[in-house]
C-alpha cells in the first residue's frame, strides 16, 4: 500500500472527519503540514494572529456545532493560541488545535521556536498529545475529534514535531473510537428523572435555569416543550441565551450579575430550582450561601459529573446528555396525569414574576428620543429592526456584551456568540468571522467596545481578504466602559488607567479596505445605521456614546441577589 507522510495522514484525516475550513497561521515548524494543505479541498482562512484563529475556530464551532480546527506553528505561534484554547475550554467549545513542533530529537533543547506545548495547554485543554510516531498520526486525529466533540465539549491540542509530519506510513483511519479511561455518560439514570419531575411537581415556585449544555445538546426543542407543557418560567445564563424563545411570556431573560429585577427575585423566591446544561458560575450566584434560599429541592441535569454539587450541593443530580435526558423527562411528564392540577398554581407563580419584572423593568428611561447623545438602548433596537431580530451576533466583553445580553431578544439557539467563562477582550469580531464560514446565509452583526475591537482589529485584515458579509458595531465611549463602572461604584470615582485614546475607525476601516462609518448623533442614528448594514462586505460602524452610560441592575461583588443595585 502507498505510504503518505505524517503531514498528509493530517489531513487525510481532517478530510475524514468531514472538516470543511481551517482557520491558521503557518510558520517553519508546521510547513509540512501546510504544504499537504494544498491538494486537499479544505478550505483555509489565513489569520491575522493565532488568537484570531483559534476564536474564529470558537465562532464556527458554537454555529455549526462541529469541532472547529486551527493549525499553527510551534513556539509564539502556539502560544498566542492559548487564550483562545482557555477560552474554548470555559465555555465547552469543541475545537481541534494543531501545532507544529520541533523535531523530536531537538524536544527539550531549547531549539528555535520550541515551547511545551503539552504543559502549557494541560490545565486549558479537555486533553492534548504530543505523536512522537507517524504511524500514531491517524488514531490520534480520529480520538482529538471524538474527544472534543463528546460529553462536555472542550478543545484539544495535537502536538506534531516536525519529523513526525515528514517520516512516511501506511494511512488508514479508524472506523471507531474506544478510549479506555473516557467513557461519557449519556443516558441519564430513570430513577432520578423520576425523582426530577416528582419534585417538580410537588413544589409551589418552580424554575428553570438554563445554560450554555442547552445549546451543545442540541436540546432547545425539547427544552421549550418541557416549559411550555408544565408552564414553567426559564432563566437563562449569558451562555444559554437563544436556548428558549425571547418572545415567549415564559422566558424571564438572563439571571445573576445583570440580570432584571424580576429574574433574579424569582431566584430568590423558587422553591424548586432546576439547573440544566449550567454550572453555577459565580456571576449567576452571587455571594453562594445566599443562592436560591427558598429552594427546597435543586435539580441538577449536566452531561459532566465533575459539575455537579461543585458549587452549589444539589439535591437530585442527573448526569448525561441534556436531548436525552429532557427526551426521557418529558415522556414521564406526559405519563404523569396529576402533573396538570399543578399548572393552574404554577401560572400564579408565573404571574407573580411577571408583576415583579413590570414594577422594575430594564433601563425604563433610557428610550428617551428627545435625547441627542446615543443610548445603547437605541443601537441595539436599530440592530434588532434592520436585521428583523434574525441574526447571529457576536459580542466581545464589557458593558456592550451585557447590553446585548439583557435588551437584544434571542429567539433561536447558536444566535449568541460571546465570551462567558474567561471574559475574552477581542473574542467577538474573529469570532463573527468564524460563524459566517458556518453560516453563509446568516446575518451576522459583531457588537464590541472601543477598547475590546483594538485587541485583535487586525482580523478586520482577514475579513476583507475572504469578503465577510459583517457588520461590526463598536460602542464607543472612549473608555474600558464596565471597569470605568466599577471604578466609580466601587473605587470613589477614582478612574486610574480606563480612559483611552482610540485611533479613527473609519479611517482604519479604509486602511483596511474595509467601510468605515461614524454616528455621533441621536438623529444620525437610523439614517446610517440603515446605509452601513445594506452596504455589501465587511463594515465598521463607530457609534459614539456617553462615557456615563451604565449596565444596570447589578449585583455588587461579594453581593447576593437580593442586594441588586439599580442606580
Known amino acids: 500500500m502507498k505510504k503518505l507522510t505524517g503531514a498528509q495522514i493530517v489531513i487525510e484525516s481532517l478530510m475524514a472527519e468531514g472538516v470543511d475550513v481551517i482557520f491558521g497561521y503557518p510558520g517553519g515548524a508546521i510547513l509540512p503540514t501546510y504544504d499537504a494543505l494544498m491538494d486537499s479541498k479544505i478550505q483555509h482562512v489565513l489569520a491575522r494572529h493565532e488568537q484570531g484563529a483559534t476564536h474564529m475556530a470558537e465562532g464556527y464551532a458554537r454555529v455549526s456545532g462541529r469541532p472547529g480546527v486551527v493549525i499553527v506553528t510551534s513556539g509564539p505561534g502556539a502560544t498566542n493560541a492559548v487564550t483562545g484554547i482557555a477560552d474554548a475550554y470555559m465555555d465547552s467549545t469543541p475545537m481541534v488545535v494543531i501545532s507544529g513542533q520541533v523535531p523530536t530529537t531537538m524536544i527539550g533543547n531549547d531549539a528555535f521556536q520550541e515551547a511545551d506545548f503539552v504543559g502549557i495547554t494541560r490545565p486549558c485543554t479537555k486533553h492534548n498529545y504530543l505523536v512522537k510516531d507517524v504511524k500514531d498520526v491517524a488514531r490520534i486525529i480520529k480520538q482529538a475529534f471524538y474527544i472534543a466533540g463528546t460529553g462536555r465539549p472542550g478543545p484539544v491540542v495535537v502536538d506534531m514535531p516536525k519529523d513526525v509530519q515528514q517520516a512516511e506510513h501506511v494511512f488508514n483511519y479508524p472506523a471507531k473510537v474506544d478510549i479506555r479511561g473516557y467513557k461519557p455518560t449519556l443516558k441519564g439514570n430513570p430513577r432520578q428523572i423520576e425523582r426530577a419531575v416528582e419534585a417538580i411537581e410537588a413544589s409551589e415556585k418552580p424554575l428553570f435555569y438554563v445554560g450554555g449544555g442547552v445549546q451543545w445538546s442540541g436540546a432547545a426543542a425539547e427544552l421549550t416543550q418541557l416549559a411550555r407543557g408544565l408552564g414553567v418560567p426559564v432563566t437563562q445564563t449569558l451562555m444559554g441565551l437563544g436556548s428558549f424563545p425571547a418572545s415567549d411570556t415564559l422566558s424571564l431573560g438572563m439571571l445573576g450579575m445583570h440580570g432584571s429585577y424580576g429574574t433574579n427575585t424569582a431566584v430568590c423566591n423558587t422553591d424548586c430550582l432546576v439547573a440544566i446544561g449550567a454550572r453555577f458560575d459565580d456571576r449567576v450566584t452571587g455571594r453562594i450561601a445566599d443562592f436560591a434560599p427558598k429552594a427546597k429541592s435543586i435539580i441538577h441535569i449536566d452531561v459532566d459529573p465533575s459539575s455537579i454539587s461543585k458549587n452549589v450541593k444539589v439535591d437530585v443530580p442527573i448526569v448525561g446528555d441534556i436531548k436525552s435526558v429532557l427526551t426521557d423527562m418529558l415522556a414521564v411528564v406526559r405519563a404523569r396525569e396529576s402533573i396538570g392540577k399543578r399548572k393552574a398554581v404554577w401560572a400564579k407563580w408565573h404571574q407573580q414574576i411577571l408583576q415583579w419584572k413590570r414594577e422594575r423593568p430594564l433601563y425604563e428611561n433610557g428610550n428617551d428620543q428627545a435625547r441627542e447623545t446615543i443610548s445603547p438602548i437605541h443601537v441595539i433596537e436599530e440592530m434588532h429592526t434592520l436585521t428583523k431580530g434574525d441574526c447571529i451576533i457576536a459580542t466581545d466583553v464589557g458593558q456592550h456584551q451585557m447590553w446585548i445580553a439583557q435588551l437584544f431578544p434571542f429567539e433561536r439557539p447558536r444566535s449568541l456568540l460571546t465570551s462567558g467563562g474567561l471574559g475574552t477582550m477581542g473574542y467577538g469580531l474573529p469570532a463573527g468571522i468564524g460563524a459566517k ?127 441588586m443595585l439599580f442606580a
Open 437 to 563: 464560514f458556518a453560516a453563509p446565509d446568516r446575518k451576522v452583526v459583531v457588537v464590541s467596545g472601543d477598547g475590546s475591537i483594538q485587541m485583535n482589529i487586525q482580523e478586520l485584515g482577514t475579513a476583507v481578504q475572504y469578503n465577510v458579509d459583517i457588520k461590526v458595531v463598536i460602542l464607543n465611549n472612549y473608555f474600558l466602559g464596565m471597569v470605568r463602572q466599577w471604578q466609580e461604584r466601587f473605587y470613589q470615582e477614582r478612574y486610574s488607567y480606563s480612559a483611552m485614546s482610540v485611533p479613527n475607525f473609519v479611517k482604519l476601516a479604509d486602511a483596511y479596505g474595509a467601510k468605515g462609518f461614524r454616528i455621533e448623533k441621536a438623529k444620525d442614528l437610523a439614517r446610517i445605521m440603515k446605509e452601513a448594514f445594506a452596504t455589501p462586505g465587511p463594515v465598521l460602524i463607530d457609534v459614539v456614546i456617553p462615557k456615563e452610560e451604565a449596565v444596570m441592575p447589578m449585583i455588587p461583588p461579594g453581593g447576593a441577589m437580593s442586594e
